[in-house]
């Protein structure tokens, strides 16, 4: 069959190469010397640790060191948030997250999910070099420095500033043809990083969803990647008893929503800070779980749900407030920053430390605002000589 190809299905480098190796350095705000020394050591310059899968499995996490992360925002600045990436690629592309990609499947007939197995430790560094040279059209040496400063122990890290935007790109010369063949035959495509998804307004005979899971499963197989078959699922609207999901929510009524075990949870969640609260709103158990129960209120409010706005209320009245202990070490911790020399105001470090003690201030002023309130204004003295974004960007 011919496919017309669509040209909006494929993504764009809409800046310029950088020819010289001095001109990188420049752009990303370090020597040359500095450059090739990290790009050199770079798979050394992370922090690895664990976190749990829904699974009950283990992720492997990267997060990139400062001096690594500063770049790799800077890369992120200069080049990759100058590419046009197809409306069929969400994650790790500002407006386009897990909520975007399930309205892209609101009203669907039919939903073809599946997911690519370990998908971060096989994109290859090859792979990350071909995305430089051949796609963002650096020259050899600059794509050779930008691959090592994106990779770790030639991998891309799960965790690594720049990795989202490489993951969008691993198929960027065989994944727009795909797409664009599938929307011919009346089939919308979507892939949330390692999450692909598959809709039709229609029913779709078992033939024909044997032959699209084939087709997606050659464009994996060409790059070293296959199907996690236990997490291949089809589900259709006509049949209510199979939950229809797009990236955890559930779509059976159109519009993506919380499932409704996930409701129950939190709801018991925030039964349980309510009486929490009444035993004692200054113990640092109670703080962490007023958080993290006010952040999965907020995935309810996210996807309009009507029970969001009693539970926010409730959550307001409750607010976790500091210990005698924790205002002293507030008192404390304003105390030495003041002392900051100027000259030593602008380091992203500074300025994320200036910003913790605001934060804590802020929890103080719950219980203590004239405390609260002398406390802002001796920061005021101290304050960063350059915003968070000068810092990373130059």
């Known amino acids: 069959m011919s496919v ?27 020597s040359i010397h500095d450059l090739r020394t990290i790009a050199g050591a770079a798979s050394s310059r992370y922090n690895d640790f664990q976190i749990d899968k829904k699974d009950g499995g283990k992720r492997d996490v990267s997060s990139p060191r400062i001096e690594l992360k500063l770049i790799q925002k800077r890369i992120n600045r200069e080049i990759f ?32 999910s599946l997911d690519i197995e370990n998908f971060y430790p096989k994109v290859s560094r090859i792979s990350i070099l071909n995305i430089f040279k051949n796609f ?22 799960q965790g690594g500033c720049a990795s989202s935007y490489l993951a969008n790109l691993v198929f960027f010369d065989i994944e727009p043809r795909l797409v664009s063949r599938l929307q011919e035959e ?87 800070c309510l009486i929490s609260a009444e035993l004692n709103k200054t113990d640092k158990e109670y ?62 470090g500074y300025i994320k430390k200036y910003h913790q003690i605001v934060y804590r201030i802020n929890i103080l002023a719950r219980s203590n605002k004239s405390i609260a309130r002398s406390l802002r204004e001796k920061m005021k003295i101290c304050a960063p000589t350059i915003t968070k974004e000068n810092s990373i960007h130059g």
């Open 4 to 30: 017309i190809f669509n040209s909006c299905m494929k993504a764009k480098f809409l800046g310029t190469p950088i020819a010289r190796v001095e001109s990188l350095a420049r752009t990303l705000g370090v």
């Open 81 to 112: 948030e100058k590419v046009y990436f197809p409306s069929y690629l969400n994650g790790g592309i500002k407006g386009r997250d897990y909520v975007k990609n399930a309205y892209e499947h609101g009203n669907s007939e039919t939903i073809i």
């Open 136 to 157: 963002l059209k650096q020259p050899e040496e600059i794509a050779e420095i930008l691959t090592n400063l994106c990779t770790k122990d030639n991998k891309l890290p």
């Open 186 to 272: 009346g089939f919308t495509y979507t892939r949330l990083i390692d999450d692909i998804t598959i809709y039709s307004k229609n029913l779709i005979s078992k033939k024909k969803i044997s032959d699209l899971i084939e087709s997606i499963t050659k464009m994996l197989k060409s790059r070293g990647f296959k199907l996690k078959q236990k997490k291949t699922r089809c589900t259709s609207a006509s049949n209510p008893e199979k939950l229809m999901e797009v990236t955890g929510l559930w779509l059976n009524r159109g519009a993506p929503r919380v499932r409704r075990n996930e409701r129950a949870e939190i709801r018991k969640e925030v039964r349980e």
């Open 287 to 348: 703080h962490d779980l007023h958080q993290k129960v006010s952040g999965r209120v907020a995935k309810l409010s996210q996807l309009n749900h009507c029970q969001a706005e009693r539970f926010r209320k409730e959550l307001r009245e409750i607010l976790p407030i500091y210990s005698d202990a924790d205002i002293r070490k507030t008192r404390r911790l304003v105390a030495k920053i003041i002392k900051t020399p100027r000259t030593t105001r602008s380091s992203l």
